[in-house]
């Protein structure tokens, strides 16, 4: 497989330790599981060479080995917390990945089970982009709504009110406000320089991929209940 002489990684990160929603990634999706989804995508893009699954848990392991992910290690426990860098995650897997298949990885890319109705046409579009334009790194992010603008929020501090950002009080429409954009959690691609070198999934050389498709990224039991 490969493409233009990249050796490909994709790396689905699912612990076990969900607070939100007890045991979210075996949670289930128009009957697959956030897991199966997310590795059955995966495995249904030719030019990735190797879908790896990292995880601490041992029913979250089966689950992705049965759709066609590989386990070379279990994720440790200083990996598995709450507050676990993803960087740290994304890079143990990169190594450990290269330790056992004995190759090196030149781009790798995340996906993450909490997004369920990402497309192939996502990932390939985020991935192609980040090679054929020679990025660092390439993230999928979608627009945010004018209402929650950085601009238009405020802070209440010992029962006061004031502008989080002192440039919101010029603001009085919406035609005034520059878009903003927040990370929707599809897909991020990345150079083995930018993370296993540099230790950042946002390298000096970022891009982005604008997605302006419905998305639901599922963190609590509310966001369970829109698909």
């Given at each position: 497989m490969s493409y233009k002489g990249n050796n490909i990684l994709a790396v689905i990160p699912a612990r076990g330790g969900s607070k939100g929603i007890p045991r979210k990634n075996l949670c289930e999706v128009d009957g697959l599981s956030l897991v199966?989804?997310?590795?059955?995508?995966?495995?249904?893009?030719?030019?990735?060479?190797?879908?790896?699954?990292?995880?601490?848990?041992?029913?979250?392991?089966?689950?992705?080995?049965?759709?066609?992910?590989?386990?070379?290690f279990l994720r440790p426990p200083e990996l598995s917390g709450d507050f676990a860098p993803v960087v740290d995650t994304w890079c143990h897997a990169w190594l450990k990945a290269e330790e056992?298949?004995?190759?090196?990885?030149?781009?790798?890319?995340?996906?993450?089970?909490?997004?369920?109705?990402?497309?192939?046409?996502?990932?390939?579009?985020?991935?192609?982009?980040?090679?054929?334009?020679?990025?660092?790194?390439?993230?999928?992010v979608s627009e945010t709504d004018s209402k929650?603008?950085?601009?238009?929020?405020l802070v209440v501090e010992n029962d006061c009110v004031g502008y989080y950002d002192n440039?919101?009080?010029?603001i009085f429409q919406r035609q005034q406000l520059t878009p903003v954009y927040h990370r929707n959690g599809v897909?991020?691609?990345?150079?083995?320089?930018c993370l296993v070198e540099q230790k950042t999934i946002i390298g000096s050389n970022a891009s982005a991929v604008i997605i302006d498709e419905p998305l639901v990224n599922i963190d609590t039991e509310q966001d369970l209940e829109k698909v």
């Amino acid at each position: 497989m490969s493409y233009k002489g990249n050796n490909i990684l994709a790396v689905i990160p699912a612990r076990g330790g969900s607070k939100g929603i007890p045991r979210k990634n075996l949670c289930e999706v128009d009957g697959l599981s956030l897991v199966a989804r997310t590795v059955k995508i995966a495995k249904s893009l030719t030019w990735i060479d190797k879908v790896v699954l990292s995880t601490d848990d041992r029913e979250i392991a089966d689950e992705g080995r049965k759709y066609g992910a590989e386990l070379p290690f279990l994720r440790p426990p200083e990996l598995s917390g709450d507050f676990a860098p993803v960087v740290d995650t994304w890079c143990h897997a990169w190594l450990k990945a290269e330790e056992y298949f004995d190759q090196t990885f030149d781009v790798s890319i995340l996906l993450e089970p909490t997004s369920p109705f990402r497309k192939s046409k996502h990932i390939e579009k985020t991935f192609k982009k980040l090679v054929e334009c020679s990025y660092d790194s390439v993230l999928t992010v979608s627009e945010t709504d004018s209402k929650y603008h950085p601009l238009k929020q405020l802070v209440v501090e010992n029962d006061c009110v004031g502008y989080y950002d002192n440039a919101g009080k010029d603001i009085f429409q919406r035609q005034q406000l520059t878009p903003v954009y927040h990370r929707n959690g599809v897909t991020y691609a990345v150079t083995r320089k930018c993370l296993v070198e540099q230790k950042t999934i946002i390298g000096s050389n970022a891009s982005a991929v604008i997605i302006d498709e419905p998305l639901v990224n599922i963190d609590t039991e509310q966001d369970l209940e829109k698909v």
